[in-house]
Structures are given as structure tokens and as C-alpha cells.
């Protein structure tokens, strides 16, 4: 053969496949673009050089983790239809004379083409967006821009051995299908048809369990520390649940469907559901990933924007004050130094303090059954019972509440955050104390800071006599220890004063405590509000760049089932048009099959979505977002955007659809 011959022969077998070959070179270029540009935000030293580089860094390093192995599924299900269809050319090849060897030189060199091609223009683009990206990360984050330029070269080499390696495995593969396929087998390729699959009830019954499963965790899920140990288990299950009742379960509903004689017997369903049925195992798999992929981009991109919108009152629920003072293992001459140092140093910068809350008290983690209570030590830590004790003294609950309690050895008052609490007494590892009364609310309690975070477990604060009984119930916890730590002490007050002065007066505040003999932390709301944006803002980023990736997976997998169902609907619409049917009721049969399949994914992620809301809203408030009417609001502006651009996409490919089964 003449000198370049198989170079000519994949270049032009490239550009005759062009309808398919396009969407595939720009699918992959857009995602090597949004690998790189991850990668690039990610080793980017104005990002390195920022005040809380470590958590931007953390979030975008499991983004590009996120984002290499969603292009790496989604590339290979492409290339899984494109060999599909190529089967016949190469079959044809084949029986012409040409030897599989030669076959897979051709498949070589098409590969490193289109790698080439795919990875070169995916760089050159991510690199001329690269700024672009960052100064899009810098304007949500409220950071100023730098000048400059760079390109780091590991992540130029990062992305091009990960997609290298990706288009490697895509040759691999068809090589060994053409290689393991008869030339007949290669013939038909393209043509091959499903059996009408059987009804498989063991699968659909499997389904709807998981499904059910999932749904029932999502929906009875009590607090936040259980929604995050159960989230991950819901998902699988929902994710097996919607992969087997689309498989299994839309077989059995399209038979039930055919078996309605009255429905079945007319023109459109007629076509539609028989149709679907003989196809219904690989179209199934494919509606399937497309409502994951929608349920995923929905949660995603709800969530983090919710997170960002409502940052300030996250901040708020975390910082019930703007200045938060807090010392650990301290005894009361530790506490008259920590407070007239807050006193003097406020003093010293022309502040005064407003709204204070004082509260000493003790924490205890253990696990709860009933009214006993074990220590973490001797129970192991489980999030099944998990309880956060608050002791304080009678003396103590009068300071801060105003109200005297007189109460005797061995006697307690409980107050319930959140749990219940049965019986009359509470036994701490051998050591009972008898509840003396319930107490219906405590105000300071009610909004000091650290007991809002513990709600991730159930919570009870319990005024004891004196420290004697509240050291006795301690030690019984912790298995008899003698050594206990001390008591903690919080002093949380405003200052009424601007942005400038709240932060000079933390790190002011800060400094001081440095010279005392205990061990103070002190935090800011307005100090610490940079964290906030830097974490809420890089979440929000992730949220809409991987939200974007999955919508381009969403938009490839919709366009090549509906190319695939419509080179295998060719020749059965030629048939059905040689018999009598017309062009308007071919194309009144297209839509009617089209929106017959098409927006199940769309509702059955809605349903997905609804299903979850409770327990996102839970695992929300590990991030202190507890607005659920905020977060109600933006998932249902993204359902409707999404809607919008699926509706949009079923436009098109419908359109493509009919083009090729005319």
C-alpha cells in the first residue's frame, strides 16, 4: 500500500463521521478545558498565597478528583456508541481484504488524531480561560485581582497523562471488540437489536426497595450527625433503586401498557411502546444516568448557592455575638483574669461592651440509652445515642438566669435541648442523680453559641447542687478518673462598632491573652468572616462549575441515545411509511415516543429531590445554614432553570431525531 494510506483512510473515515466525531471532540475539549482549569485554580499561586489557602485548595483538589473520573465514565460511554456504530465500516473492511491488524493500526492512528485534537484544543482553551476562572473565583470570594499570567506545568502534564491515558483505554476497548467479532458480527454491529427483555420481577421489587430505603432514611433522619453517617447509604440506594426500576420496572409498565387494548391499539402508542420495549434494556441504563446526572447537578448547584446567598446568617448562627471569648480547664482566679483583661483591653480601645453573656460550665460526651448515660470511654463513640451533657451549678444557673433553685445532694435540674428523657432519675455510669424538676426554657442557654453547635447530637444541660454532685456524675462518666479537666468559660459580647475596630479588637484581645496563665481562644464575627467567604464562596464555584460539567454530560448522553435510537428507528419508519403512514403521523409517532421517554428523568429527579430535601437540610446546618425557606427558594429557581435547558435540549435532539428517521 502507497505511502500514507492508512493516514488518508482514518482522516477521511473521521470527517464522514463527523455528525457523531463532532460532539465528541467537543465534549472532550470542553472537559480537558475544565480539568485543566481546576487544576490551574488549584496550583495557582495567587490562590496559594490567599489567607485560608488550605480549605480552597482541599475543596478544589476534590473537585478535579470529582471532575477526572466523571471525564473518564463519560468518555468512555461515548466512545462505547461511536464503536458501536462504526462496527459495520469496519466490517466492511474487513471482508474487502483488509486484515484486523490493519483495522486496528487505522483505530490507532484515528485515536491519536482525535487525542491530539481533543487534548490541543482543550489546553489552548483552558489556558486562555484560565485567568478568566480565577478572576471569576477572586470577584465570589470579594478578593482583588492580581496581574500576571502562568501556566503550571503540572497541570498541563497532570491533564494530558490522565486523558491520554483515558483515550489509551477507549483504543484498548475497540480494538478488542473489533478483534473478538466475526466480519459478519461486525456487518450487523451497528443493526443489532434487544430481545423483547422478560419482566424481571426480582429486579423491579429490588429496585423499588432501594428506592423505598433510601427515600425512608432521607425522610426520617433526626438530626444532622446521623444525616451525615446515613447520607452516603441513601444515595447508593437510591442510585441502585432508580437503575433497576427504570431496567425492570419500565419493562413491566410497558407490557401492563401493551396489555390495555383500548391504549394500545392506535397508531401512536402502538409504534412508541412496541418500540420501546424491544430497545427498553439499553435505554433504560441511559434515562437512568440522565436523572442521576439531573438529581446531582439540582442538589449541587441548589446548595451551594443557598450556602453563599445566605452566608451572613450563617455567620450569624455561629457568632451569636461578634466578640466570643472562650477559655478551657479554668478555675475561677483564671476567670477574673481572662475578665479583666476583655474589660481593660476594650477600655484601652475606646469600645464598650454590650449584650454579654458569662456562662461556666462542664461537657461531657456519652452515649444515652434511656436515662442512663455511659461514657464515650467505656461505650466507644457511636453517633447512636451520642448525647452532649452540659453541668452547671445551681449557683450558676441563678447568675445567669436570675432565678434561685434550691436544690439537695444527689438532686438535678434538666433542661431538654434535644433528645427525651425518660424516668425520674439519671444514672451516669453507676452514679444517679433524681430529677427534681424540668425546666421549660433558659434563655441564655437557648443562644449561647457552643450548645447550638452540639445539636448535632441530642443535648441536655443538668444543674446539679453544687460542684461536688457535678464532679461525682464526671467521674462516674469517665470511669472513676480523678483527673477531670476544668470547667469552661465563655464570654460573648457585642461592641457595636465598625468591621475595622471588631477585628483590631480580636487580634488586640488575642495578644493579650497570649501573657495569661490559661489557655484562651478568642474569634470574631467579623474576623472570621473571611473564612466563611472563602469556604462558602468556593463551594459555591464548585457547585456551578461541576454543575455545568454534568449538564454537558446530561446534553451528550441525551444527543447520542436519541442519534442511536434514531439510526435504529431508520429503517422500521421506512417500513412503516412504505405502508400507508404519512409524514405528519411519522412525525406525530416521533414526538409522542420522544416525550414519552424524555422527561421521566426530569420528574423522577424532581421526586429524588423532594425526597431528599429533609435530610439536606440537616446536613445544611453543619455548615450553620438553617435558613430552610432560603434553601426551598433556590432549589426550586434551579428546578425551573433546569427544566427551562432540558426542555431546550429536547428541542433539539428531537429535531436531529427526525432528520435522521425521515
Known amino acids: 500500500m502507497s505511502k500514507g494510506f492508512y493516514t488518508r483512510l482514518a482522516v477521511t473515515n473521521i470527517r464522514k463521521n463527523s455528525k457523531t466525531y463532532f460532539p465528541y471532540i467537543l465534549a472532550s475539549s470542553a472537559t480537558v478545558m475544565m480539568f485543566y482549569n481546576l487544576l490551574y485554580l488549584l496550583l495557582s499561586k495567587d490562590v496559594n498565597s490567599m489567607h485560608d489557602s488550605s480549605t480552597l485548595t482541599a475543596v478544589l483538589g476534590l473537585g478535579s478528583i470529582v471532575t477526572g473520573i466523571f471525564a473518564f465514565i463519560l468518555l468512555l460511554y461515548i466512545n462505547s456508541f461511536l464503536i458501536k456504530r462504526r462496527k459495520k465500516e469496519f466490517g466492511l473492511f474487513n471482508i474487502l481484504g483488509m486484515e484486523k491488524k490493519h483495522i486496528a493500526r487505522i483505530m490507532l492512528l484515528e485515536t491519536v488524531m482525535i487525542g491530539l485534537l481533543c487534548i490541543g484544543l482543550g489546553l489552548i482553551a483552558g489556558v486562555l480561560f484560565s485567568k478568566l476562572a480565577l478572576l471569576l473565583l477572586l470577584k465570589i470570594l470579594a478578593m482583588n485581582a492580581s496581574f500576571g499570567f502562568e501556566v503550571p506545568l503540572r497541570a498541563v502534564s497532570i491533564t494530558v497523562i490522565l486523558f491520554g491515558a483515558i483515550f489509551l483505554i477507549n483504543l484498548v476497548y475497540n480494538v478488542f471488540q473489533v478483534h473478538v467479532s466475526k466480519p459478519i458480527e461486525l456487518l450487523k454491529g451497528g443493526n443489532v437489536g434487544e430481545k423483547e427483555p422478560q419482566t424481571k420481577w ?63 391499539y392506535r397508531t401512536n402508542p402502538f409504534i412508541a ?42 455567620l450569624r448562627t455561629n457568632y451569636i455575638r461578634e466578640i466570643s471569648v472562650s477559655a478551657s480547664n479554668v478555675t475561677y482566679d483564671d476567670i477574673k483574669q481572662v475578665d479583666d483583661a476583655i474589660a481593660e483591653t ?24 434511656g436515662n442512663a448515660f455511659t461514657g464515650v470511654r467505656s461505650a466507644g463513640f457511636s453517633s447512636s445515642g451520642l448525647s452532649m451533657l452540659m453541668f452547671i451549678t445551681a449557683e450558676e444557673y441563678h447568675r445567669i438566669e436570675g432565678v434561685s433553685v434550691e436544690l439537695s445532694e444527689g438532686e438535678a435540674l434538666v433542661y431538654i435541648v434535644k433528645g427525651k428523657l425518660p424516668g425520674e432519675t439519671l444514672d451516669f455510669g453507676g452514679y444517679s442523680l433524681n430529677i427534681r424538676g424540668r425546666l421549660d426554657k433558659m434563655e441564655t442557654i437557648e443562644e449561647f453559641s457552643p ?106 448522553i441525551i444527543y447520542y441515545k436519541q442519534i442511536s435510537e434514531g439510526y435504529d428507528d431508520k429503517e422500521r419508519f421506512a417500513i412503516m411509511s412504505k405502508v400507508g403512514l404519512s409524514r405528519g403521523e411519522i412525525k406525530k409517532t416521533i414526538r409522542f415516543q420522544v416525550l414519552s421517554v424524555f422527561f421521566l428523568p426530569l420528574i423522577m429527579a424532581v421526586i429524588h429531590i423532594a425526597a431528599a430535601f429533609p435530610v439536606i437540610c440537616k446536613l445544611l446546618t453543619i455548615f450553620n445554614m438553617t435558613n430552610v425557606p432560603l434553601y426551598a427558594i433556590c432549589t426550586a429557581l434551579t428546578i425551573l432553570v433546569f427544566a427551562v435547558c432540558y426542555a431546550m435540549i429536547y428541542s433539539l435532539t428531537a429535531r436531529t431525531y427526525y432528520r435522521i428517521v425521515r
Not at 480601645?349 to 440509652?369: K, M
Not at 453547635?453 to 443535648?459: C, G, I
Open 202 to 264: 426480582l429486579i423491579a421489587l429490588t429496585g423499588a426497595a432501594a428506592l423505598g430505603g433510601g427515600y425512608f432514611i432521607a425522610l426520617t433522619v433526626k438530626s444532622p450527625l446521623a444525616a451525615l453517617n446515613l447520607f452516603f447509604v441513601a444515595v447508593i440506594l437510591v442510585i441502585i433503586g432508580t437503575y433497576c426500576l427504570f431496567t425492570a420496572g419500565s419493562i413491566a409498565v410497558l407490557k401492563a401498557l401493551r396489555r390495555n387494548k383500548r391504549f394500545y
Open 346 to 369: 476594650v477600655k484601652i480601645r475606646g469600645l464598650s461592651i454590650h449584650n454579654p453573656i458569662r456562662l461556666l460550665y462542664a461537657s461531657e460526651a456519652a452515649v444515652q440509652d
Open 273 to 314: 411502546v412496541s418500540g420501546m420495549i424491544y430497545r427498553m434494556k439499553q435505554n433504560a441504563a441511559g434515562l437512568a444516568s440522565i436523572c442521576i446526572l439531573a438529581t446531582m447537578v439540582i442538589v449541587m448547584v441548589s446548595s451551594t448557592v443557598s450556602l453563599y446567598i445566605g452566608l451572613e446568617d450563617s
Open 451 to 556: 450548645l447550638k453547635n452540639s445539636m448535632l447530637a441530642q443535648s441536655y444541660v443538668i444543674v446539679t447542687a453544687d460542684e461536688q454532685d457535678l464532679n461525682r456524675a464526671r467521674q462516674a462518666l469517665n470511669e472513676g478518673e480523678e483527673w477531670l479537666p476544668g470547667f469552661q468559660y465563655n464570654y460573648l459580647f457585642d461592641t457595636k462598632a465598625d468591621r475595622k475596630a471588631q477585628a483590631d479588637l480580636v487580634s488586640s484581645l488575642q495578644y493579650v491573652m497570649r501573657d495569661l496563665s490559661v489557655h484562651v481562644f478568642v474569634e470574631g464575627r467579623e474576623a472570621s468572616k473571611n473564612e466563611f467567604i472563602s469556604l462558602y464562596g468556593v463551594l459555591f464555584f464548585l457547585g456551578l462549575f461541576l454543575g455545568a460539567l454534568f449538564i454537558l454530560g446530561t446534553v451528550l
